[in-house]
């Protein structure tokens, strides 16, 4: 056989191979945004802990406990070295009040888990509300905010890094 001919063969079950190992669930490729709308992410207890993890399904989620949760604005990139999505979820529980939080969601044993949260509340700039956008660059999260009452939207942006974001407490 010759030297060309064992070449292509080589070849041709290395393709073959990485293919297989591409379609493989988890396979390593970019974190996205649609796949976090289908993950598990916490919700902060209100009082004490402990938080919950909660299973979204396209982006929302809703039980006895919590009417309703809904992931809003989201981004993905590149966080410290590993991919990243950032997502804002708002959530209600039956009171008149809703709560808001940004989660950054990682990739754990081959699923996305938003297991990191942080809450801008008062700190979006120029008297925002809520997270009406979500970049990431830099290493950086930029979180424009929004005055729906006041139809204000985009709002400069408050920068953060994965440092401002807790783990969740599950016990």
Request: aromatic share 6%.
């Amino acid at each position: 056989m010759s030297r060309g001919r064992t070449m292509k063969g080589v070849a041709r079950w290395a393709s073959l191979i990485g293919a297989l190992v591409s379609s493989r669930p988890g396979a390593a490729g970019p974190l996205t945004v649609q796949q976090v709308r289908n993950a598990r992410a916490c919700l902060p207890s209100l009082a004490d802990p402990p938080d919950r993890l909660i299973q979204f399904a396209d982006g929302r989620y809703s039980s006895a406990d919590v009417p309703f949760a809904d992931m809003r604005p989201a981004a993905a990139g590149t966080l410290d070295g590993h991919q990243s999505v950032v997502a804002e979820i708002v959530w209600n529980t039956g009171g008149s009040g809703n709560w808001e939080v940004v989660v950054l969601c990682r990739e754990e044993n081959a699923a996305p888990e938003c297991r990191r949260v942080y809450s801008p509340a008062p700190d979006l700039p120029d008297g925002g509300t809520m997270v009406g956008r979500i970049e990431i660059r830099d290493n950086r999260i930029y979180l424009f905010g929004d005055d729906p009452r006041h139809q204000r939207t985009n709002l400069g942006p408050l920068i953060v890094t994965t440092a401002a974001f807790q783990p969740c407490r599950l016990q």
